[in-house]
């Protein structure tokens, strides 16, 4: 009798049946190394929002700007959860935002 699988196997297997369904996928070749072996975890990844800041360039043509990003002041930080790829040779890692494929929480 194959053993029963975890709640987040369950839910691993259902975030790549998602990704599938949604063309994401489908090739497995590494595009780094171009093995096929694949390492697949749940993360929680960091994140602070940024504000974005257009500054006229110096000594540039008229209409050229910079863009400048700053920590917005008072902003709290949060975490994007995630589903990650990370190639088992090379270490090349791909990451899925689970609040955009509605699978978070
Ligand atoms: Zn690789």
Redesign the pocket.
């Known amino acids: 009798m194959p053993p029963i699988p975890t709640a987040e196997q369950i839910k691993l297997s259902k975030a790549l049946d998602v990704l599938r369904e949604r063309g994401a996928l489908s090739d497995d070749t590494?595009p780094?190394?171009r093995?096929h072996d694949w390492h697949v975890d749940f993360v929680a990844i960091a994140a602070m929002p940024l504000s974005a800041i257009e500054s006229q360039a110096p000594y540039a043509p008229p209409g050229a700007v910079n863009l400048f990003f700053s920590v917005r002041l008072g902003s709290t930080t949060g975490y994007i959860p995630a589903l990650t790829l990370t190639?088992t040779?090379?270490?090349?890692t791909k990451i899925f935002n689970l609040n955009k494929i509605g699978l978070a929480g």
């Open positions: 590494c780094e190394c093995h190639c040779t090379c270490g090349y």
